[in-house]
């Protein structure tokens, strides 16, 4: 499966009442694909997946299938800190007609290494969907070694890994073992941090999933394309360009500054689901700074 490009972990847009608006969700995967994305991401930890119910979660699953309608690749957040439901939400993915699905790794239980690995491979042997695992120590409290995603690596479904643990020289070290194992031309690395997209793809990787592009699928796509391509010069300035706007997102507790910035932006995506606030004022006078110098507002 090729995740070679720009992924966009999507937000989920909300109506005056908090619940999801279709209407808005539609026209907001348009916006994406006009701006030249290689694939989307609904249900993902971007998009409040821990505060959707099972049956909102498969609803922006349904929703990102038929709108996308094989323009992009469609890929579906199916991750839980409980492995039943993980099955469950990964088995709706492949029948929905998902692409594949994006797991992330169990929070809160802190499992082992052999646990994570079960868990993924439990997955990959109950499902035919292909299978990105998704790894993000910051917030689950566990994180993936670079040996146990090498294992994961070796299994037919577990075609990718998200890689959000920002250590370079880790990265280095996946794929020099990637490498002797003979598994990167059909396994793919994708970063999971925006500021860190040039030197992953310096390294290796073939993508991003990422939280910038909700606001700049253009210019996040030409990034990404233009560092695959080999133009390292102009991805260094657009790398350079977007810095601040992808620091700014992260200034409070996501997607609180990415819905904002939509907002400001004329796209009103809807507020926040507790226990996510609303940006402060003066996080607020930050982010337009930003987006100003963008031109964007």
Do not use: C, W
């Amino acid at each position: 499966m090729n995740l070679d490009g720009t992924h966009v972990a999507m937000i989920t847009p909300f109506d005056k009442n908090n619940n999801i608006d279709e209407e808005k969700y539609r026209s907001f995967i348009d916006f994406l694909i006009a701006g030249g994305v290689s694939g989307i991401v609904a249900a993902g930890t971007t998009g409040e997946s821990a505060t959707l119910t099972h049956s909102e979660h498969q609803k922006v699953i349904d929703i990102m299938v038929d709108q996308a309608d094989g323009r992009v690749t469609t890929i579906a957040g199916a991750g839980s800190n409980a492995t039943s439901e993980a099955l469950d939400l990964v088995k709706y993915s492949e029948d929905a007609g998902a692409d594949s699905a994006l797991v992330i790794t169990p929070y809160y239980n802190k499992p082992q290494q052999s646990g994570l690995y079960n868990h993924f491979k439990f997955l990959n042997d109950s499902t035919n969907i292909p299978i990105i695992a998704y790894n993000v120590p910051s917030r689950t409290g566990v994180d993936l070694s670079v040996d146990t995603i090498t294992d994961l690596a070796k299994l037919d479904n577990i075609v990718a890994i998200k890689e959000a643990n920002p250590d370079l020289n880790r990265l280095a070290h996946l794929f020099s073992l990637l490498d002797k194992n003979n598994l990167l031309d059909n396994f793919s690395v994708l970063s999971g941090n925006d500021s860190l997209i040039l030197p992953m793809i310096a390294q290796g990787s073939r993508g991003v999933i990422s939280v910038v592009a909700n606001i700049l699928p253009d210019k996040t796509s030409d990034l990404v394309n233009s560092a695959l391509n080999g133009n390292y010069t102009k991805a260094q300035s657009l790398s350079n360009e977007l810095f601040n706007i992808m620091d700014v997102l992260f200034i409070e507790a996501s997607p609180a500054p990415t819905k904002r910035a939509l907002k400001l932006m004329g796209n009103d995506v809807g507020g926040l689901r507790m226990p996510i606030n609303e940006m402060s004022d003066e996080n607020e006078v930050i982010l337009k700074k930003a987006l100003k110098e963008h031109n964007l507002i």
